[in-house]
């Protein structure tokens, strides 16, 4: 009996013992497992929208510049803005020198008066010109009325004593005397030849007095001088407007529009010139906020994009992007946007944020869970599989499409993997496809 004890005490004691032996072993599997089989969490694909951000860094411009002008060769007196300076409409920028413009005006008033003098000097001309044109025209067809009436006489006269010369031929003929017949004979082709010529000569000589009545009548010689001399003296009497108006204002130069002077083209004891004296922005029309982006980040913008801009001082939201040009390097993008005249100030810094949310995308996963390999992006699934070991979990490797993607999430191609795929978004070590895994504990 005591020995029977001692038999089932001892295979007791060796049962405890392997059971002790195995605890052991699995202790010290899961202690090995926990520093050889990476720890992951998984995330399962869900739907959302890809924002991208971009944030660029520019300046403050002017928009569209006014040119202040006034009448050249003006002697500046007094400047009264500097570059920067906001002024208001009907601010005095600067003043003229007064007596160098009654000057300058009475010597304007003079060169109208100069050229309307001449304008009547060319019309007298003109009329003497014409007068004298009607009496040669009328002395011309004078002289050709007395040569038609001499050349009638002179053929009227020949025609009869050709006329003559034929009867006395045929009184000849009836008496049978040849030799007087012969004398006749001749003198009247005497007589018909000299007709002949002086009717000849008659037309030569009225065709030259018809000839001569047609130059008498012919148009005057162009002459332009008058119109063109009346361009200049309406441009002169502009000038002179002008010029009145700047003498009633004593020469002072003042702002056309509310706005900031940009520029200062004329200094103090020199003459204007027939440009502009200063330039200023518009208030009306604002200004503009200009920053060049690369090719790439100008695709996440477009005409009409709702922005923020920041500067030191301020932030306004709501602007909206008014052109994408290319500079002249042609290798950046120049946004600009227009900006109210009040918001910000010309040649300050700013930044301009933009946001573009796409549309709904029904598969989305962390960027993190994103891998990408020989320009192929694919994702690690955790798969249950058995081994002899037992049932293990496992990474397999996915190719996925992408869509879409910012430095947070990545948007896939719904037919890219399953609704329920266990997708590794992080791990405790590296892993790579084939690799044992353990799920994160909650």
């Known amino acids: 009996m005591n020995k029977k004890k001692k038999i089932i005490s001892f295979w007791g004691r060796g049962f405890l013992l392997l059971m002790g032996i195995m605890v052991l072993f699995t202790v010290i599997s899961k202690a090995a497992a926990s520093f050889t089989v990476a720890n992951v969490s998984v995330t399962e694909p869900t739907s959302r929208k890809i924002q991208h951000t971009l944030i660029v860094e520019g300046r403050i411009e002017k928009n569209r510049e006014l040119s202040v002008m006034t009448q050249p060769d003006l002697l500046v007196k007094r400047v009264l803005a500097s570059v920067g300076q906001r002024v208001e409409k009907g601010e005095v920028l600067a003043v ?142 502009k000038q002179i407007g002008k010029l009145t108006d700047l003498e009633e204002m004593k020469g002072e130069i003042l702002a056309p529009r509310d706005g900031v002077i940009t520029e200062i083209l004329v200094n103090v004891g020199q003459k204007t010139l027939d440009s502009a004296i200063f330039t200023m922005t518009d208030d009306r029309e604002g200004f503009l906020f200009a920053a060049k982006m690369t090719p790439e980040e100008a695709t996440l913008v477009s005409m009409g994009d709702t922005v923020t801009l920041t500067t030191s001082g301020r932030e306004e939201k709501d602007l909206s992007i008014t052109s994408l040009e290319l500079d002249e390097s042609k290798e950046f993008m120049v946004v600009t946007v227009l900006l109210p005249a009040e918001s910000f100030h010309l040649g300050e810094t700013a930044s301009m944020k933009v946001t573009q949310e796409s549309e709904n995308h029904s598969c989305t996963i962390p960027i993190t869970a994103l891998r990408q390999e020989s320009g192929r992006y694919y994702v690690l699934v955790v798969e249950k599989q058995n081994t002899i070991l037992g049932e293990q979990e496992k990474a397999v490797k996915e190719e996925v499409k992408v869509l879409d993607k910012n430095e947070m999430y990545a948007a896939l191609e719904s037919e890219s993997i399953k609704e329920d795929s266990q997708i590794i978004a992080d791990s405790d070590r590296y892993v790579e496809a084939g690799d044992k895994v353990r799920l994160k504990e909650e």
């Open 96 to 237: 003229l020198d007064e007596v160098h413009l009654r000057e300058q005006l009475d010597y304007v008033r003079g060169e109208k008066r100069a050229l309307e003098l001449q304008n009547e000097a060319v019309m007298q001309n003109q009329r003497q010109a014409e007068n004298k044109r009607l009496r040669d025209r009328s002395q011309a067809q004078e002289d050709y009325e007395l040569l038609r009436e001499k050349n009638k006489r002179t053929l009227a006269g020949l025609s009869v004593e050709l006329e003559k010369a034929k009867r006395t031929l045929k009184k000849a003929q009836r008496r049978k005397d040849k030799e007087s017949s012969l004398v006749a004979q001749q003198e009247v082709e005497e007589k018909r030849e000299a007709y002949k010529a002086a009717r000849i000569a008659a037309k030569e000589e009225e065709k030259v007095a018809k000839r001569a009545i047609r130059e008498a009548q012919g148009q005057p010689e162009t002459d332009n001088s008058i119109e063109i001399n009346n361009i200049a003296i309406k441009k002169l009497e």
